[in-house]
């Protein structure tokens, strides 16, 4: 079983930065997918940024250019540095895992979520 716990949320000014981070507990975090996602009120739950075992990354275009998602697989750790916060970015941000479950499924696992908002 997979625990992912979140934090780094908080306040922050548009115009600024957070860290979040995200730590994992398990023995196969290496072989891991992971992503962040985001959830504002009334609105699905989207993804952030991704980031493979191997360290490939993905963005949505919304945060490209000002979102870093990192991993420390030694740590089992997967981070997210979000800077030039906008308004928009306000939502809850949780961490996400895809365990390997045999050669055609994946099992998902999330965090409890960390709030962040970016006032203007």
């Known amino acids: 079983q997979v625990q992912l716990v979140e934090s780094g949320g908080g306040l922050v000014q548009a115009g600024g930065s957070l860290r979040l981070s995200c730590a994992a507990s398990g023995s196969i975090f290496g072989l891991s997918t992971m992503g962040w996602y985001r959830q504002a009120p009334g609105k699905q739950r989207e993804l952030v940024a991704g980031i493979t075992p191997g360290g490939s990354t993905n963005y949505a275009d919304s945060v490209k250019g000002r979102f870093t998602i990192s991993r420390d697989n030694a740590k089992k750790t997967v981070s997210l540095q979000m800077n030039s916060l906008k308004p928009e970015d306000t939502a809850v941000y949780y961490c996400?895992?895809?365990?390997?479950?045999?050669?055609?499924?994946?099992?998902?696992?999330w965090g409890q979520g960390t709030q962040v908002t970016v006032s203007s």
């Open positions: 996400n895992a895809k365990i390997p479950a045999g050669t055609f499924y994946q099992n998902d696992y």
